[in-house]
């Protein structure tokens, strides 16, 4: 079945890098997903991958994908105190619709 | 412009209670979701729709029912509450198809002792 992982914690230096990875299982995912949460708050798509791209880069966001190795990674530059918040992946299973999450990872940026 | 509306926000229930969770969306989405949020196991998917009158299993959907007899909202039915189900609930929307963003609603936080 379709599984999605992640870390569950990562600590950064204001003005660093942060890199949030993330491992899925289900070959036939067409499309890969970064979405963002803030304490209270729902959920909101920052960026999304197809399956057949290697990576994608949106302002400060950079998004790598390994098809071979089911492995997709989140690089946010010059990482702010507002961009404190849980980070999920998530995968669109084939051509189901079923839309799968990881656990997040809980991104805590030092000043 | 609402977007995505769930009914109730908070709601304590005894064990053995019954309960509806009422999701709404005004954006003619297709594919519908809900997903329970407990810390340390992220978003884990209940049960979803593809489009009205169609239901489906997710990863936990043991001890809930969801119904979809209108294209604008999906129902999750909880029989009989159990403390393990003590959770927040979020539900989403999207139109059919990958490259499109998930609209979440902002939750209901459901307590049962």
């Known amino acids: 079945g379709e599984d999605v992982e992640q870390s569950l914690f990562l600590s950064v230096r204001e003005g660093d890098s942060s890199v949030i990875n993330c491992t899925y299982t289900d070959s036939s995912s067409t499309y890969l997903y970064w979405y963002k949460q803030e304490p209270g708050a729902g959920l909101q798509l920052l960026t999304y991958i197809f399956s057949n791209m290697d990576m994608k880069q949106d302002q400060r966001l950079t998004v790598l994908l390994n098809k071979k190795d089911k492995h997709l990674s989140l690089r946010i530059a010059d990482t702010q105190t507002g961009d404190s918040a849980i980070y999920f992946c998530?995968?669109?299973?084939?051509?189901?619709?079923?839309?799968?999450f990881g656990q997040g990872t809980t991104l805590q940026v030092k000043p | 412009n609402a977007g995505v509306t769930q009914t109730p926000k908070f709601r304590v229930l005894k064990t053995g209670q019954s309960m509806t969770l009422l999701c709404a969306q005004d954006m003619n989405h297709e594919y519908m979701y809900w997903y329970r949020q407990d810390p340390g196991m992220g978003l884990r998917l209940i049960h979803y729709?593809?489009?009205?009158?169609?239901?489906a299993k997710g990863e936990v959907p043991d001890g809930y029912n969801v119904s979809r007899l209108k294209k604008q909202n999906f129902l999750l039915g909880l029989e009989s509450a159990a403390p393990s189900q003590t959770s927040v609930y979020f539900c989403?929307?999207?139109?059919?198809?990958?490259?499109?963003?998930?609209?979440f609603g902002q939750g209901t936080r459901l307590t049962v002792v």
């Open positions: 998530a995968e669109l299973a084939g051509n189901t619709g079923k839309l799968i």
């Open positions: 729709s593809v489009g009205e009158g169609t239901t």
């Open positions: 989403a929307s999207k139109i059919a198809g990958g490259a499109s963003e998930a609209f």
